[in-house]
């Protein structure tokens, strides 16, 4: 009997050997395999944190209801910490996949827990004393997006699709401190947002045509070109905590960028250093720069195509050195030795001053003049040595001129003939031609400078500036003229001056 009994404890431990053996065989190659394809997945020089390291080696295998779940340690070869008013230092990593049926579902986590609560144990399977946030990931790097846990409650904010694998196993663990079950626990999840922002710093610049020197560079201000908010982590905490006042809070980061206005302003004119040392007139001078009515006409003073200078000067004397124009904000004189002059008036003792005028109206006084200049050049053009007085020429220099202007510039001519050829009381007929025929140059140039910025009767009664001494005005009514005047004081009120 004994031996009988002997032996028959020997087969029973012999078969039992023999069934666990079969059993630990059996689930190697499926413990395996589930590694391997960690590791052959896992490319963490992909990863934004380049300090992990994995130990395969602590693989732990759990299972429940119908599903596999695989652990393993995930460490930073050189620690880190964090500094947060809500979160613990310590932040943790874990390896995750979860086997249900043919399917599995890999992340790596990165753990941050609130503080007073237990640091994430590295385990989804007992978190009921951890409340905290898990930066989810693919294997490749790719951010999956966020999983809140409070007392072991997993919730996903963003309602992704590809985190509900990884929720529905953390809630398989989940035990519920309330012993009814019925109330739901009451909590806050702060979401924290990185937001950047791009902020574009213009500027204007001005350059030569003929060698790119800077003229000036002008700050024009700071804009928001764009804004991109993205979700940084969730945190979850009891309903009434302390210091938990909005749903969400912000990190912004500003990431600045400029944008250049480049201005080529022709330099066939001669700037006076006047000029140049105002930077009110100098300022607009150079925005016009970048308006091609403008440049048009001062390109007709490039040396190539005029054998006439074109000057530009302020003068501070103003009221000492032309008397006979006092009432001007700038004048253009006739050609002399081979040059036409624009002269702005900056004499503080004259109402007429044009720096008591608002910006919008010293571009067009730059236009009005430039115009004037342009008429110069042209009747310069008739003269056979470029001298258009008629007081300083011979009768068959006059003769000859008269006769030029009629064949060369014919619609020009019939305003010379009328205002100074047939009249008793010769008076300024570049006026009554600039009226009739350029009034639409001077609006369409304001526009240009102004970016459009306001309806046509603002330029429209701009251009009637230094013209209304003219037939053209005479033909409005009464209407007009008032409505023309009321537009130019609400804009010496409302416009934008230098001082």
């Known amino acids: ?282 300022g607009v001078y150079t925005k016009l720069g970048g308006v091609d009515t403008f440049q048009k006409y001062l390109r007709k003073f490039d040396n190539k195509f005029s054998v006439l200078d074109l000057k530009i000067s302020v003068d501070d004397r103003y009221g000492i050195n032309h008397k006979d124009n006092l009432g001007a904000q700038a004048i253009t004189t006739i050609p002399a030795n081979k040059t036409i002059n624009i002269i702005f008036n900056n004499d503080p003792n004259l109402a007429s001053n044009i720096m008591k005028f608002p910006q919008i109206s010293i571009a067009t006084n730059f236009i009005h003049e430039i115009i004037h200049a342009e008429i110069n050049r042209q009747l310069s053009t008739a003269s056979t040595d470029t001298n258009i007085n008629p007081t300083k020429m011979s009768d068959s220099q006059w003769k000859s001129y008269v006769n030029n202007i009629k064949n060369d510039f014919p619609q020009m001519f019939g305003y010379y003939s009328k205002y100074v050829l047939k009249t008793a009381t010769p008076s300024d007929f570049q006026h009554q031609y600039m009226a009739d025929k350029y009034r639409g140059v001077i609006k369409e140039a304001l526009k240009q400078y102004d970016k459009n910025l306001h309806n046509e009767d603002y330029y429209d009664a701009l251009s009637w500036n230094g013209l209304k001494n003219t037939a053209a005005w005479n033909k409005l009514s009464d209407t007009e003229k008032t409505k023309i005047l009321q537009t130019i004081q609400t804009i010496y009120k409302n416009g934008t001056y230098c001082n």
């Open 1 to 282: 009997m004994t031996k009988t009994r002997v032996l028959n404890v020997a087969f029973t431990l012999m078969l039992f050997f023999f069934v666990s053996c079969n059993n630990e065989d059996f689930e190697k190659p499926t413990t395996a395999g589930i590694a391997k394809q960690l590791q052959d997945n896992l490319k963490l020089d992909q990863f934004t944190n380049q300090n992990l390291v994995v130990n395969w080696e602590s693989l732990r295998k759990t299972e429940k209801d119908s599903s596999e779940i695989y652990e393993i340690e995930v460490t930073e070869k050189i620690k880190s910490e964090m500094t947060s008013k809500f979160l613990q230092k310590e932040v943790k990593y874990e390896l995750i996949a979860v086997k249900n049926k043919d399917e599995v579902h890999s992340y790596l986590i990165e753990a941050f827990s609130n503080l007073n609560y237990e640091t994430f144990p590295s385990t989804i399977k007992n978190l009921n004393k951890f409340a905290g946030t898990l930066n989810v990931y693919e294997l490749n790097g790719t951010k999956i997006g966020q999983v809140v846990i409070f007392e072991g409650k997993a919730e996903d904010p963003s309602n992704n699709k590809f985190l509900s694998s990884l929720v529905s196993t953390i809630n398989m663990f989940y035990k519920s401190n309330n012993l009814t079950n019925r109330v739901p626990a009451c909590n806050v999840i702060l979401n924290t947002y990185s937001v950047e922002q791009v902020w574009t710093g213009r500027y204007s610049i001005a350059t030569l045509a003929s060698t790119g020197q800077v003229l000036s560079i002008k700050y024009l201000g700071e804009t928001l070109t764009s804004s991109k908010s993205t979700l940084l982590f969730s945190e979850v905490f009891p309903c009434g905590s302390s210091g938990i006042h909005e749903p969400k809070s912000a990190t912004i980061h500003k990431i600045r960028t400029e944008a250049y206005e480049k201005t080529v302003v022709d330099d066939s004119v001669i700037i006076d250093e006047t000029l140049e040392k105002n930077p009110c007139l100098y």
